[in-house]
């Protein structure tokens, strides 16, 4: 293992290693006896509303994340993704199995991770997650086409031209059939009045989905009204934290 980086700060042990000429991260309880041997994989805005992943760790799991080159779950950065949580759990002789915290693009990465790798998923938390990108970065959809350069970062991304994207079945929506074959365990929050990521043309998909499905008792819904795109993060913590241990 190529370490990088290693300190200590407020009672948390920080470790950066080398993987794949990019960086990793690992952060967990300094006392080894208050962690549990078990982890969580932030998918993409490593300290964005970093609330709900620090009491993660503060409950004694170790928090993983692997920086991307972009965040539009193109097929080498959920692999990277993959190999990273074999090869870092391993060194840290901990469970393989993660939850992943997956806010916006980091939701479509953790259901794009979860469906093409179940043997390593405890469940995703999700939250106001890209499902399907003809609404969000194409904005084909109600959602404002606003001048963000989402669409230009996808284009390069990708490869692929909106045209093109018409007829692309590499959505995160197309993955579902493989979450209900699993029986992936999802905690999703979405804010009602999201015009980023319109949760009628994304996260409903998935509701809908699960509940045709018969598998209700394995989705959790957040809606937390009057909250556009940001803020992330669940309503209660604690009750998020809970529901995947149960």
Known sequence: M????????????HLEVEFRGKKGIALMAEDKSRRNGKAVLKTEYFGA?????????RRGYTLLFIENRNRWGTPCEIEDQYEFV????????IECG??????SCGGMMSVLL??????????????????????CPARLGNAPDVTDGMWQEFEIA????????LTFRGHPIDYFPKLIENKIKIYMAYGDCDK??????????????????????LLYIDKKAGVDHHPHGPSDIDFAIKYFEK
Do not use: C
């Open 114 to 135: 979860a469906a093409k790798h179940p043997e390593i998923i405890k469940g995703l938390y999700i939250d106001a997650p890209v499902m399907n990108f003809l609404s």
């Open 86 to 93: 074999r090869y870092i759990t391993g060194e840290l002789g």
């Open 49 to 57: 509303f970093p609330e709900l992943q620090n009491e993660f760790v």
């Open 196 to 217: 980023t990521v319109p949760y009628e043309e994304n996260g409903i998909a998935l509701e809908r989905a699960y509940k045709e499905a018969g598998l209700d008792s």
């Open 158 to 165: 990708w490869g692929m031209t909106k045209s093109e994207l």
């Open 2 to 13: 190529k370490i990088l980086a290693e300190y200590r700060y407020d009672g948390i042990y």
């Open 98 to 103: 993660v939850i992943t915290l997956g806010m």
